[in-house]
């Protein structure tokens, strides 16, 4: 079990520049969830993928944001012209479910996060 | 909408005092619930969980009951250890997906 891996672990960028940020969770897991946290936040609820379907987006991912998961497998999250509210820690986080199952599915395991700061 | 509120940090105990972190929920329906730990330096990790009414979580000498006619599900531990020192992150959910809903988190510094 080789874990959720995030890359980078820490993104410096200037405002306006744009960003891609890279998870590749578990290689049996199917679910795929991105969130955010800012400091001193609990993380929130960015975006989640079944398999390669992207099936609920949060009211936070604007349209400057866009995340994909062409094969089922590794996730790419992209923000196009970063601002000064984007600096946060983005988490993944996979998960082993099959539809039906109900919130008793198997518990998310998280990567260690990117770390973007706008500058 | 559905969120998690837990008290206030940071909490600062001394080795093998007695620790509670209270949290309290505000959802429909019956969520699973769930406390996750963050170490310094390191990734969010699942504590414990419980997914029913009365259930009791347990994992490293930590416990929380789920207590759905207080919407609490508080995390105690009898004897912490300066190794316990993190942020803790109540947390709810309740979609067919999991989509986890967190509290604020609750930092504590457990000195020698």
């Known amino acids: 079990d080789t874990g959720v891996s995030q890359d980078p672990r820490h993104k410096i960028t200037k405002r306006g520049q744009n960003v891609t940020f890279r998870c590749d969770p578990i290689s049996e897991h199917n679910r795929l969830y991105w969130y955010r946290q800012t400091l001193g936040q609990g993380p929130e609820f960015l975006t989640y993928?079944?398999?390669?379907?992207?099936?609920?987006k949060s009211r936070l991912l604007s349209d400057r944001f866009s995340a994909e998961r062409p094969k089922g497998s590794f996730s790419t999250l992209e923000i196009q012209r970063t601002e000064q509210g984007d600096s946060a820690m983005y988490l993944c986080?996979?998960?082993?479910?099959?539809?039906?199952?109900?919130?008793?599915?198997?518990?998310?395991?998280f990567g260690d996060g990117t770390r973007l700061s706008i500058l | 909408g559905d969120s998690v509120t837990q008290m206030e940090g940071p909490v600062t105990l001394s080795e093998e005092a007695f620790l509670t972190i209270n949290c309290t929920y505000t959802a429909t329906g019956y969520p699973s619930l769930f406390w996750y730990v963050q170490y310094p330096g390191e990734g969010l990790q699942l504590l414990l969980k419980a997914t029913k009414a009365d259930d009791k979580g347990s994992n490293k000498g930590f416990e929380a009951t789920y207590r759905k006619e207080t919407t609490s599900f508080h995390l105690e531990k009898g004897s912490v250890q300066v190794s316990d020192s993190a942020v803790y992150f109540c947390a709810l959910s309740k979609t067919s997906y999991d989509k986890v809903i967190f509290g604020p988190g609750t930092s504590l510094s457990v000195i020698p």
């Open positions: 986080a996979s998960s082993l479910g099959n539809p039906g199952q109900g919130a008793r599915g198997q518990p998310q395991h």
């Open positions: 993928f079944q398999n390669e379907a992207q099936l609920e």
